[in-house]
């Protein structure tokens, strides 16, 4: 079978994200997943790769002392680091709100009053701006990593770094694992929380998507997209 169409049967057969992603490591761990620029350069990640990252990232929420059902608030540009800690977050059951980047602090603010993140995880150091000043970095409860450092902040400031957390995780499971994972989550589990600034009013709008929902419309994309191969980049 062609690897354009493991990936169209993959979520064809699935009825989470989860389980789609699953089968896929399972039947091609090979594969390229996806591939980032990084410094003028193209990098690819196998499945097999995102997998064992993905493992990682689940350690360190755990490690965090996260629980299912906790909220994950991603602040910035999308950067690869967030598809690692997308995937985990909703293996583990735990709802991401995603905010747009012209975003501003007073939507931050608005946003995470509804919402209530448990965690924050901001891009850069300098996407910690948006961040509300009551929340001096990390509010009561809440904690806040960085994903790519350029430069240290105040080590006072209680907020965490990806790279130190990767080296300090605990990674225990292989693919068998993120399938038990995958089975526990069910298809009406809320997963992406999205919000927007209502025009001319101190207020944010939210729509909450499913896991259903969200493989609904990845089976609309391969429908309309059905020319797209594994070579091509989306």
Known sequence: MAKDEIGARSI????????AFVRRVRSDPRTTAFAYKRLGEWHSVSYRALASDVLTAC??????????????????ESTHYFLQLDLAAQLLGMPVVTTLPTATVRDIEMI???????????????????????????????TTIVLEAAHRIDQDSGVLYLSDLTSEACTVGDVEELGALASAVAGDHPQFVFYEPLPDADQ?????????????????????????GPADRV
């Open 59 to 76: 350690a360190i929420l755990r490690q965090l002392g996260l629980e299912r059902g906790d909220v994950i608030a991603l602040i910035g």
């Open 204 to 228: 944010v709008r939210s729509f909450a998507l499913s896991q259903a929902d969200l493989v609904s419309a990845w089976r609309e994309f391969v429908w309309v997209g059905g020319g797209i």
């Open 12 to 19: 064809a057969e699935a009825n989470t994200v989860v389980s």
């Open 112 to 142: 995470f009053d509804d919402s209530e993140p448990r965690l924050v995880v901001a891009a850069t150091e300098d996407d910690l701006e948006l961040l509300p000043r009551t929340d001096a970095k990390a509010g009561p409860g809440r």
